[in-house]
């Protein structure tokens, strides 16, 4: 074989060998990038916890129970917020990388004030990134994704969003407990009760109580505990008053003064409602003191028209109400009967 043959092959082979390495090489980093953006965890139902905490030392964990999500395992969690979550969780993509020149300053900002994201799936930790601040369109939010198996961030962080929405993710990814915290004060449907009882402690005339044997079958009685007739209908559309009431604000722990102030005074109502297990559950309803320019067409009100107190769960919870979800509950005796037909 001629000498320059034998260099001609030997050229060849190390540029395969070397055209071989280079693929290897950008395989494996379009892979590594490839994992470094999948941020997305699209079996949200198979997600049993969620950990959050920022850089304050504020933190929550959320659990899927059989009664539905808790925070902090202590209360139920709002519906909208919950929802919101998973369906970021299961939708969040990549829109751009971060740019080279952007890239330092980002990871930077990502560690002084970005929220940790821990997603559990059956116990397993499935997913962890850092949730940052927002792009300056106010379109995209920085984050960056851990490699699990690896146990360390990935180099490169990303600007994502959801497809179909304009705005940025990071508000979505709450840590505050009290915001978590599921608003509802009263939720009973008729099937869960036995009685109702009111007691007007302002017109104790009006005062009654209902007790229900089945959906179908009720009694009604007066302050005297005198049975009264009644209409089925009116008594069916009030016990169905008693479903999905919410409070505004709770604020047993972020007024302690108030809480105080309010101990010392009497209900104007009371609500004491057994459920079909004998619990008791007790609500007690306060006037609120009007607004300080509460001047309307001349009329100065005595108590805020439109807002309440109400305390409620074994007496530890305290909270505004307004009287426009809760009014149509302080209703008398006279709510009940059957309307007489009209004479011609």
Known sequence: MKRSSLITIIVLLLLIISSVIIFKKKGKSSTLDEDARNFKYK?????????????????????RTSKGWVVNNKFLVRPDAILTLLETIK?????????????????KILAY?????????????????????ETPDAE???????????????????????PGFTGFLNTRYIVEEKEWRNLSVINFTPDKLKSISYINHVNPDSSFTINIINTKTFNLLDHKKQALPFSELNMKQYLAYFQNLNCEAIFTSSSKHMVDSLSKTKPFATFEIIDKENKKHEYFFYFKPPPENNAEYNVRYKFDPDRLFINFDDKKEWAVIQYYVFGKLFVTTEYFKTAEPVKK
């Open 43 to 63: 079996d949200t139902a198979a997600i049993t916890k969620i950990f959050m905490a920022d850089k304050n030392g504020k933190q929550c964990t959320l659990e």
């Open 91 to 107: 939708n969040v993509e990549v829109k751009r990388p971060v740019a080279r020149q952007a890239k330092e300053g980002t990871l």
């Open 113 to 133: 004030r970005a929220i940790k994201v821990e997603i559990y799936a059956k116990d397993k930790l499935v997913k962890q990134y850092y949730v940052g601040h």
């Open 140 to 162: 995209g939010t920085h984050m960056l994704l851990t490699n699990i198996d690896a146990g360390e961030n990935y180099e490169d962080p990303f600007v994502v969003f959801i």
